[in-house]
């Protein structure tokens, strides 16, 4: 569930809040022309994202990195021409709407729709790609992995219209223009490092050398190894000058300034800013959620998870021998053998709950490899993808479970063969 929560936010929370603050600035720039502009880009951007997952779901393809390039040069040119556009016919609010002001509705639109088309697929496509353990759609694994889907989605849903109200009741104008200016620069630059990014090794016609190094790609190899390794950064910057705007918000209606006849307006005046600090309370509070997922629910989904140490054992002759009492507390065991080519080989050992016989493997699967198994709230769970084992299973082929091991029971001895751990030494290679 959490993380599947915080990857719809990362992935779709620098397009909803440019796409918001597009939509509040085309808005206040020329009313409902703007918006309706705007609009119909937001649906052309939506329909084309929705037509694209559906393609690479029902052939199975991966979009190539030839593809991202044209998106990042598609966004950097759209970007640029809003900046220009936007200086030069964006000045007032609520100006005349002409062919300028057509243009620069035309060319945030078409940013935003883009943006959407950028980021809407992958976010998509993610219910189809949930590891249920082979229990199908109608499973708890299923459902907790979906449920941490939509709670991003719906979360993200209530910030941009929260935000939305925000920058459109702001003043004066200019501070949710420039937070849009801002915004947009940064984004350029990302576009500008990550657009180099997919041909970096194919880039002949820059007369660059296949390998990275300084000389070769001098001030734009460190702009995109920069904007490569924190990616983060831009949406934190997306973050701060949503927080800040919350903050303007919320300032600006702590006391009543507008003129007032008599109580009753008074009154009036008075719901009016406390609804506007709801709203600015509410911003600022969904981004702080969001920054602590990012971060501290982020770090805790995926911290590195450390496998017990492997326990004792015999050998006898070409036999291992286990005590049964050594594993009879239902928790789980691991053990490690050594082979002759200095490769370990591990397997895990644990009892089935209400049986006499016990769950034995490798310490790694056909879908994950040898990324292991550990034990969580009594639980066994792989480490790599986070899927809660059934223990009674365990011993069986298929899927993420552990690889089955072969063992026999004597005089209270569980015994397993060197020939059989010998055999498993190609998943840990």
Same mark, same amino acid.
């Given at each position: 569930?959490?993380?599947?929560?915080?990857?719809?936010?990362?992935?779709?929370?620098?397009?909803?809040?440019?796409?918001?603050?597009?939509?509040?600035?085309?808005?206040?720039?020329?009313?409902?022309q703007g918006r309706r502009i705007h609009g119909?880009?937001?649906?052309?951007?939506?329909?084309?994202?929705?037509?694209?997952?559906?393609?690479?779901?029902?052939?199975?393809?991966?979009?190539?990195?030839?593809?991202?390039?044209?998106? &990042?040069? =598609?966004? /950097? %040119?759209?970007? @640029?021409?809003? #900046?220009? $556009?936007? +200086?030069?016919?964006? *000045? !007032?609010?609520?100006?005349?709407?002409?062919?300028?002001?057509?243009?620069?509705?035309?060319?945030?639109?078409?940013?935003?729709?883009?943006?959407?088309?950028?980021?809407?697929?992958?976010?998509?496509?993610?219910?189809?790609?949930?590891?249920?353990?082979?229990?199908?759609?109608?499973?708890?694994? &299923?459902? =907790?992995? /979906? %449920?941490?889907? @939509?709670?991003? #989605?719906? $979360?993200? +849903?209530?910030?941009? *219209? !929260?935000?939305?109200?925000?920058?459109?009741?702001?003043?004066?104008?200019?501070?949710?223009?420039?937070?849009?200016?801002?915004?947009?620069?940064?984004?350029?630059?990302?576009?500008?490092?990550?657009?180099?990014?997919?041909?970096?090794?194919?880039?002949?016609?820059?007369?660059?050398?296949?390998? &990275?190094?300084?000389?070769?790609?001098?001030?734009?190899?460190? #702009?995109?190894?920069?904007?490569?390794?924190?990616?983060?950064?831009?949406?934190?910057?997306?973050?701060?000058?949503?927080?800040?705007?919350?903050?303007?918000?919320?300032?600006?209606?702590?006391?009543?300034?507008?003129?007032?006849?008599?109580?009753?307006?008074?009154?009036?005046?008075?719901?009016?800013?406390?609804?506007?600090?709801?709203?600015?309370?509410?911003?600022?509070?969904?981004?702080?959620?969001?920054?602590?997922?990012?971060?501290?629910?982020?770090?805790?989904?995926?911290?590195?998870?450390?496998?017990?140490?492997?326990?004792?054992?015999?050998?006898?002759?070409?036999?291992?021998?286990?005590?049964?009492?050594?594993?009879?507390?239902?928790?789980?065991?691991?053990?490690?053998?050594r082979t002759e080519k200095n490769v370990d080989?591990?397997?895990?050992?644990?009892?089935?709950?209400?049986?006499?016989?016990?769950?034995?493997?490798?310490?790694?699967?056909?879908?994950?490899?040898?990324?292991?198994?550990?034990?969580?709230?009594?639980?066994?769970?792989?480490?790599?993808?986070?899927?809660?084992?059934?223990?009674?299973?365990?011993?069986?082929?298929?899927?993420?479970?552990?690889?089955?091991?072969?063992?026999?029971?004597?005089?209270?001895?569980?015994?397993?063969?060197?020939?059989?751990?010998?055999?498993?030494?190609?998943?840990?290679?």
């Amino acid at each position: 569930m959490l993380k599947y929560l915080w990857m719809v936010i990362q992935d779709l929370f620098l397009a909803v809040t440019y796409v918001t603050w597009m939509h509040a600035v085309l808005g206040r720039l020329f009313g409902r022309q703007g918006r309706r502009i705007h609009g119909i880009g937001l649906g052309v951007g939506t329909l084309a994202a929705i037509a694209l997952a559906v393609a690479k779901y029902t052939t199975n393809k991966i979009i190539s990195s030839h593809w991202n390039h044209y998106i &990042y040069a =598609v966004l /950097l %040119a759209l970007t @640029l021409g809003f #900046l220009a $556009l936007q +200086l030069i016919f964006g *000045r !007032r609010e609520r100006g005349r709407f002409h062919a300028g002001a057509a243009a620069l509705c035309a060319v945030g639109s078409a940013l935003s729709a883009t943006l959407i088309f950028y980021s809407l697929p992958s976010v998509l496509l993610y219910p189809f790609s949930f590891n249920t353990m082979g229990n199908g759609y109608f499973s708890t694994y &299923y459902g =907790v992995r /979906l %449920a941490g889907w @939509l709670l991003g #989605l719906v $979360l993200l +849903l209530i910030y941009a *219209r !929260r935000m939305a109200r925000c920058a459109l009741e702001i003043q004066p104008f200019k501070l949710v223009t420039l937070a849009l200016h801002a915004g947009t620069v940064s984004f350029g630059v990302y576009c500008f490092g990550r657009f180099f990014v997919p041909w970096i090794n194919r880039a002949k016609w820059l007369g660059w050398s296949v390998k &990275y190094s300084d000389e070769a790609y001098g001030w734009i190899g460190d #702009l995109m190894m920069f904007v490569s390794t924190y990616s983060m950064l831009f949406i934190w910057i997306a973050a701060a000058l949503a927080g800040i705007l919350a903050v303007i918000l919320f300032l600006q209606n702590t006391q009543v300034k507008d003129p007032y006849d008599n109580p009753a307006q008074l009154r009036k005046l008075r719901a009016r800013n406390r609804g506007r600090r709801r709203t600015a309370g509410m911003v600022f509070a969904l981004v702080a959620l969001f920054v602590a997922i990012l971060t501290f629910v982020k770090a805790y989904d995926t911290r590195v998870v450390e496998l017990s140490a492997p326990e004792t054992y015999t050998v006898e002759g070409d036999s291992i021998l286990i005590p049964m009492e050594a594993v009879n507390d239902g928790h789980l065991h691991r053990f490690e053998y050594r082979t002759e080519k200095n490769v370990d080989v591990r397997w895990i050992v644990v009892k089935k709950p209400g049986s006499a016989s016990y769950g034995v493997g490798l310490d790694a699967c056909e879908v994950c490899g040898n990324a292991g198994y550990f034990e969580r709230n009594g639980q066994v769970i792989c480490k790599r993808c986070d899927v809660v084992m059934n223990i009674n299973t365990i011993g069986f082929k298929g899927g993420c479970n552990p690889i089955p091991l072969a063992y026999e029971v004597k005089n209270g001895n569980l015994v397993f063969r060197l020939e059989d751990i010998q055999a498993g030494e190609k998943e840990f290679r």
